[in-house]
């Protein structure tokens, strides 16, 4: 049989000048990292996250505890790349079912076709593309949870990519949104905020010290009709709000800012914290009895909101234990992947 090829002609690959690609879209392997297992082995050995890829953080100590069975089911809340849902998958041997959930169609898409590769098909693998504070919907279809899992992180594969606007080391479009068929763009959020409006959304959702030096230059700057659409824009008003500081705290001073100030934006575009305090809300009324429960985040607010809800439903008898200190990855991880370092993981048990 011959097949008509003249609909589908080859693509090439983009053109770059030079040795290596620099622009992310002609970075032809990070596109597609798991064919480079080189690439991968390079990176990771220098304790560094291959573009393109996330390493999943604390594996060994998720599984210790959530103990999972063959032929229960489970909830993997927050998909990303699926490496937490595959090492799950594992542990059912084929046999109960794990649900995901991811807000992102560009990624999820990826994350269920890579599942379906590795063998994790529709019998055992279902992926929604929905909000985790949405569980309680999910549940009322799916019947209760005996394991579950939550990570709070940004997917690396979403800061890698310029185009998605969640990093200033690339430029790209402010745009921030987890899933960007809805709501508005980063850009069009701050140009919608007061001074006061900004100033507070640093300070609550990034405990930001110079909240109001850069509050005050991102709205002088779009008073005085300039334009700040991209990450390196953004990125040039924080240099400018900190230009005060001594010559030698400054570079310092602003990347640390620049992280706080693009994760305070992010949180609020996506609004995280009103998405996670539904989740929490409705977290043990779709659980199984002895269900567990494992929860990592990355940031003293997620912290904090974890920690007040599993004590709230601790007291009043809906978890009949929850850890009482964080546990933390290893020195070992936090070495071979940078980006666990700021990671705390609390789990409960459903009475």
Request: charged share 30%; proline share 4%.
């Amino acid at each position: 049989m011959e097949h008509n090829t003249q609909n589908t002609p080859h693509q090439r690959r983009k053109r770059y000048s030079g040795t290596h690609p620099k622009r992310f879209e002609e970075k032809y392997k990070e596109h597609n990292p798991e064919k480079y297992q080189d690439l991968i082995s390079h990176v990771m050995e220098k304790g560094n996250t291959p573009a393109g890829m996330h390493i999943s953080i604390m594996v060994r100590e998720i599984l210790g505890f959530l103990q999972i069975q063959p032929g229960q089911t489970g909830l993997d809340a927050t998909l990303g790349y699926g490496g937490h849902s595959r090492k799950m998958l594992e542990c059912l041997q084929g046999k109960g079912h794990l649900y995901a959930l991811d807000v992102d169609p560009i990624e999820s898409a990826k994350t269920k076709e890579r599942m379906e590769k590795l063998g994790f098909g529709a019998d055992i693998f279902t992926v929604r593309l929905q909000n985790f504070a949405q569980i309680k919907k999910v549940a009322e279809e799916t019947g209760p949870f005996d394991f579950l899992l939550a990570d709070l992180g940004v997917s690396s594969m979403q800061i890698d990519d310029p185009e998605r606007g969640f990093s200033f080391r690339e430029d790209g479009p402010l745009d921030m949104r987890m899933n960007p068929q809805t709501g508005i763009s980063a850009a069009q959020r701050l140009r919608e905020l007061t001074k006061e409006e900004i100033r507070g959304m640093l300070e609550e959702n990034a405990d930001e010290p110079y909240a109001l030096e850069i509050a005050s230059a991102i709205i002088g700057t779009l008073k005085k009709g300039g334009k700040i659409e991209t990450t390196k824009e953004l990125y040039r008003q924080i240099e400018m709000a900190l230009a005060f500081l001594p010559e030698k705290e400054q570079k310092e001073a602003v990347r640390k800012s620049a992280q706080r100030t693009f994760q305070a934006l992010r949180i609020d575009v996506n609004h995280e914290y009103e998405s996670l305090y539904q989740f929490l809300e409705d977290l043990p009324y779709v659980m199984s009895p002895g269900g567990r429960i494992a929860i990592l985040t990355f940031h003293s607010g997620e912290d904090r909101l974890v920690k007040k809800s599993f004590q709230r439903y601790y007291k009043e008898g809906l978890y009949q234990s929850i850890a009482d200190e964080v546990i933390r990855p290893s020195a070992e991880e936090c070495r071979q992947n940078s980006r666990a370092h700021s990671t705390k993981m609390r789990w409960a048990i459903k009475a």
